[in-house]
């Protein structure tokens, strides 16, 4: 079984403020959570799987404004 992390190690792993993170869980954003009675716990597995979800830019962000242009 893996190990659960707090939403501050999120947080810091993500390089968020913890109101920021509490705010996206609020709002239905951000990686899935656990509830543990009043705890807010997260999987690794699952803030893994929603940074790799995430929009990224880079190169084809680049191309897409060279088209555009």
Not at 31 to 60: I, M
Request: with cysteine; proline share 4%.
């Amino acid at each position: 079984m893996e190990a659960l992390l707090n939403e501050k190690q999120v947080a810091e792993t993500l390089g968020l403020s913890l109101a920021a993170l509490r705010r996206w869980r609020y709002e239905g954003r951000g990686p899935k959570f656990l509830k543990l009675g009043s705890a807010v716990r997260y999987r690794p597995t699952d803030v893994q799987e929603w940074l790799h979800g995430c929009p990224s830019g880079g190169s084809n962000a680049h191309q897409q404004s060279r088209r555009l242009g």
